[in-house]
């Protein structure tokens, strides 16, 4: 959680909102078909429903107030792997810190899987 204080009062921003706007914010880039999780009982990796999707992204907050993020998703067949990741990046990177202006120190992808149609 980061807070923020003035003369008027605080303002605390919760993880669970840098999740929601980074996930939303992957998920909206051409190519990515969702975000994923592993699952620990088969070894499988998942694709996310709409509502559960903060489960492929962690946020962490840095001592300097910055936030670290980091994407599980998936992605269609046939992109270029590169510029989709370098798409991401910047998009999540300009969201959550116009939504919320929290300076962004890293955001690091990892694309779990591919769908093959």
Same mark, same amino acid.
């Given at each position: 959680m980061i807070r923020r204080e003035n003369e008027l009062g605080s303002i605390a921003v919760s993880n669970s909102v840098f999740t929601k706007i980074a996930g939303n914010a992957a998920t909206n880039c051409f190519g990515v078909k969702g975000m994923a @999780?592993?699952? *620990?009982? %088969?070894?499988l990796v998942h694709l996310l429903r709409r509502e559960s999707m903060a489960k492929g992204v962690l946020v962490t907050v840095n001592e %300097?107030?910055?936030?670290? @993020?980091?994407?599980?998703?998936? @992605? %269609?067949?046939? *992109?270029?792997?590169?510029?989709?990741?370098n798409s991401i990046v910047s998009e999540v990177r300009y969201k959550v810190s116009q939504e919320t202006e929290t300076e962004v120190r890293d955001v690091n992808v990892i694309i779990d899987s591919m769908m093959v149609d």
């Open positions: @999780i592993r699952s *620990v009982s %088969d070894g %300097d107030g910055t936030i670290s @993020i980091e994407l599980h998703i998936m @992605i %269609d067949q046939g *992109v270029n792997i590169p510029a989709l990741g």
